[in-house]
């Protein structure tokens, strides 16, 4: 790489070219993050205009906006061209409006109206990931005819690799693959062998609905239809890919308390990582101090039995691992569609279950090291320990219930994660601990 | 769902089985599912060959078991003729050792040997996930030869939509696709068409591997070759989709201290559930009584200044979820492939600034609440808000820091989350705020 860049510092585009041009599209945007922004220009530009446009989709925002901004009207419409439509929606969706404006501006008629009308379409639905270069074929066409109309407008679409049939009013009637058309006799009608069974979205419909049928039905490509079931376009495969990490990402972020955002990490500053964070960060905080009210109103027992206090991080932190444990195990199962709402009692039942298991288990561990290793007494041992098994019981009861409740509601699920299960815990485990030590000190 | 079920109680099994087969092989298996267990093997049989396949690739291993357990040889011999390699081993490798024999018994001897081959790729590697049914071809095929052999073997293999071509050593040459084929013309020559610029994975590759070369190049297949280069089968992406949101699952559980499984949480008993959480639980337990230890050492100042010990869950669960919030955002950015190891030092410089903004806010906003709304007096309000601060800023370095080191020392980054880190961080938050009120009020 290092060598690429020597000769475009001495000018030797031309073998600089074919040097870039071993690489694969991917990773010579990946190359380009590494040059100067300045060079960038000369390289993009010495590159054909194919692997231009694909190189130029794999770009980070930045690049693509200074690109744009550098480039002439007459080569941005050369890229234009050669992109396919749902790669031009990905990119414009970044810019600043003055850019799509200047993007719009250099589109021919066809292409500017389809954008206006792809970029009208919400966030995260079908339509605004979905692509329109698809074969459309007819089903009185024999496999021949179907196959020389293939060959013959192939080169622009997506892929050919499934066809769809469509009455006059563009209504999907079949689907069709390329390996049934190769596989099946020349005069055979398409009405004969295409699939009827069809899987497809609505342009409306959201993005996670839509990888839920990829993932269901195995899809490589899923055809997208308007209210008036007309095809409009096709979903690939390797959007869905995307679009699963991204969500993935979401509701890791959503658990850990973060405010979601597709920007990388290292490409975001400070400030906005922190404002990101603040939010969960004050509101919890704010919500702990109620954990510290419940602790100004035992005041008096601590006072008295100050070693009771050296417990209250191990139960805490006990029952809050324990809450986000099951917390966790509902929100993943909810979001890959193995468990439902209707499903809370079976939930509880089986959290009940494994809440006493666990908590004989930790109590029992924690009454003999209390016991026989720190020499605690009796009573308190068996104080802490008591508590220790319905705060265990207790937690997972309510990180089983809460994901579920807020799916319930409409809630995204992800955020009765962790740090909120445990900040609820905390108070109530507290409630639990003074009660129970309060009974059996008779302070 | 419910008609069918009552036709099959009817005997009604041709009308059943027209019903049935209006749904596809993946709802069938779902449905099979929800009837009782006894009446799944009538269904099953009066299925057609292929769709029966297909369906008992989407089966649960319960009711394969019971299924493989139930059927004669022969018919198992009859399904395994219908599915791909990947699906038999898939269905195999969760099965018990005698199903297997069984299974193998029935396999004519080329399978039994090719079953046996993959069942000893190491879990996770490309080899055992891959399938050999590909198309292969000679460059110095024409376009029309090559269609010829591809119409003659297509139909047993799991994809035409990519062919790969090989020399007679069975060594990788080239790829070339089906839409390539259809759009040249038919006697230009393989080698003239075909790509060269191969992304490929060898048999003993970790799938991680895998799917990040998916994801990267946006991939439908990708070949598979053992150490002499030689092609022995390929991956496909419906197969990639399944890796990545077990993957997936897995980091989520690990970050909330559970040991990974790929069982559905409602098909696991209580027993199983709790072992899989009781080895942190009781790590993280035995952990936060040295927590305990450190409030022990400072009793004296906590029973000349009680309202000191209200404070302390407000502290600790700040210092966690801060230092959760950043591990969150370095454990994703890792698994993506976004963040580095050799990004430490930027991330610790991030992560300073980011924990001083944040710090500040949340003093900020503490101080007035306590100072106005508390009436806290000021010395108390300072040591908690001075504490606050700093217990926030080392909490984001240590949550960013900890994940790239683990994955330094090859260990998986996403242990070191929320319950690891908020067991850490509680200590040296006590610590820090106990040495500093120490300090503020001369006690």
Known sequence: MREILALIMNNQ????RSKILEQKPVDIAHFLEEVPLEKTLIIFRILPKDVAAEVFTYMSSEQQKYIVGNITDKEIRSILDELFLDDTV???????????????????????????????????????VMTIEYVDL?????????????????????TINICYVIDENRKLEGIVSIRKLILSDDDVKLKEI????????????????????????????LPVVDKENRLVGIITVDDILDIIEEENTEDFQRMAGISPTEKEYLKTS???????????LLLLMISATFTGSIIKRFEDLLQAVVILTTFIPMLMNTGGNAGSQSATMIIRGLALGEIRPRDLFKILGKELRVGMIAGIALAGVNMLRLYFLSKVSLVIAAAVCLSLFFIV????MVGGALPIIAKRF???????????ISTMVDAVSLMIYFTIATRLLHV
Chains 1, 2 share one sequence.
């Open 13 to 16: 585009l031309g073998k600089a």
């Open 90 to 128: 990905d990119f414009l969706e970044e810019m600043p409006a003055n850019f799509v404006k200047k993007v719009l501006r250099s589109a021919d008629e066809n292409t500017r109206k389809l954008l206006n009308q792809f970029l009208n379409y919400p966030e995260n639905s079908a339509g605004s």
């Open 138 to 158: 007819e089903k009185e066409m024999t496999v021949k005819q179907a196959l020389v109309h293939i060959k013959k407008t192939g080169v622009d679409k997506e």
């Open 194 to 221: 295409m699939e009827t069974k069809i899987i497809y979205a609505q342009t409306l419909e959201d993005q996670e609905e839509v990888t839920d049928k990829f993932r269901k039905y195995d899809l490589l490509y």
């Open 270 to 280: 400070p400030f906005i990582l922190a404002k990101n964070r603040l939010i969960w």
């Open 393 to 396: 019981v207790l937690a997972n």
């Open 410 to 420: 409409h809630v995204d699920p992800a955020i009765m994660a962790s740090p909120l």
